[in-house]
């Protein structure tokens, strides 16, 4: 018996009905690519680790010589969920789809990551314009 | 404020990293500018964790890379060799469980592997707070920091495991710690009720890339404990962080220009 043509796999694999959380975050690199009129870039950066993916979404300034900050980072296994979303000082789980969109949303529309998206903005358009809060000095 | 001031000018200090500013970094510089001989400068960063403050212009000091916990600077002063200053203050132990703490020194080698290949050099510092001891696995192992107590062996550049390179770092906190090193056992004093209590930690660190060693002044390393008349220590001998700060100054020379 010839085993060279020898195909032990399914005819096909299933269907796959789940977005990868990949591939949600790299649409939300487009949109603000998109909403700042290429003004900041989003860049999607992944990265395994002892079985674990790492996707960082990052907001690129092309005009501050392509300065990169990682807004946040989303962590999962080999299957999808649950996933992990590490944003500022925070930690959140998503344990489907829906979850991680859910908390993609807040995260995107929370202060921190206006300040960020803001400030990038900002220096971007104009150098002289980065301000900051007056706050109490500790000395 | 004053006390900062009078450290700057008693060491002649060309650059400034704060943690915990805890004010506007802008409103923070006005200050300083009030009081210091030599005016400091200011670099945009997104990051609000670890501030620089420095004597040469803020453009030769231009943030590449961050994230809430790093900030990586391209040093290139003029007629001098460029390298990469990355400032840390990673998430304290309190809140953050050892994994994590891996997972986080884990992510800032990667952000220095990116940040060394856009500027295609390996002369790369790494400074600040990190909440991890030198003897910790998350700094001595190969997918953590790979930084190593002795300069021979970060010397050697790399090392393969399982036919994947790591770079070294050298970590000369080692030298720093323990009742018998010239200064502090450390930079923070912690008395935990566990089992576990190390007192005194080395949080406070700077690592260097083997293709900085030539310009780093080893001698010059030390933790601050007093300013002219004033001890930055308790009468128990921790750090005040009543009057001054829970961490203790970390000072040392980077002589860029060899034979200085």
């Known amino acids: ?139 | 404020m004053r006390p900062l001031v009078w450290l700057t000018e008693e060491l002649d200090t060309e650059v400034l990293i704060l943690a915990e500013l805890g004010a506007s970094p802008r409103r923070f510089l006005s200050k300083l500018n009030k009081l210091a001989s030599v005016p400091y400068h200011w670099t945009f960063s997104i990051n609000t964790r670890v501030h620089l403050f420095t004597r040469a212009p803020s453009d030769f000091f231009v943030a590449i890379r961050e994230t809430p916990y790093i900030s990586i600077r391209h040093i290139r002063l003029p007629a001098q060799p460029e390298f990469l200053l990355t400032m840390v203050h990673l998430p304290s132990q309190m809140f953050v469980d050892s994994p994590s703490r891996f997972g986080e020194i884990s992510e800032l080698a990667t952000e220095i592997a990116e940040a060394e290949k856009s500027v295609g050099h390996k002369r790369t510092l790494v400074v600040g707070d990190f909440n991890v001891s030198p003897f910790e696995p998350a700094l001595v192992s190969a997918t953590g920091l790979h930084a190593v107590m002795t300069s021979t062996i970060a010397e050697k550049g790399s090392r393969t495991i399982r036919g994947r390179s790591y770079s070294f770092f050298y970590n000369p906190m080692w030298n720093l710690m323990g009742k018998e090193s010239p200064g502090p056992p450390g930079s923070y004093f912690y008395r935990r009720s566990d089992h576990v209590s190390y007192f005194w930690n080395t949080f406070d660190q700077v690592l260097l890339r083997p293709d900085l060693l030539p310009y780093f002044d080893r001698k010059s390393l030390r933790f601050i404990s007093e300013i002219g008349d004033s001890s930055l220590l308790t009468e128990a001998g921790v750090p005040n962080s009543t009057e001054y700060s829970d961490h203790l100054p970390l000072v040392f020379d980077l002589r860029l220009q060899l034979g200085d």
């Open chain 1, 1 to 139: 018996m010839d085993n060279n043509d020898l195909d032990l796999w399914p005819a096909d694999f299933g269907e796959i009905s789940t977005t990868s959380p990949a591939s949600i975050l790299r649409k939300q690199a487009k949109a603000l690519t998109e909403r700042t009129n290429g003004v900041l870039r989003g860049d999607v950066s992944s990265r395994s680790s002892q079985g674990t993916f790492h996707h960082s979404l990052y907001v690129v300034a092309p005009t501050l010589k392509n300065y990169k900050y990682r807004l946040l980072k989303v962590s999962h296994g080999i299957g999808f969920y649950p996933a992990t979303i590490d944003f500022h000082d925070r930690e959140m789980n998503a344990f489907d789809e829906d979850d991680l969109i859910q908390a993609l949303r807040t995260v995107l529309h929370s202060e921190e990551a206006k300040r960020v998206i803001q400030a990038l903005l900002s220096q971007s358009n104009d150098p002289e314009s980065f301000t900051e809060d007056d706050d109490d000095l500790p000395f």
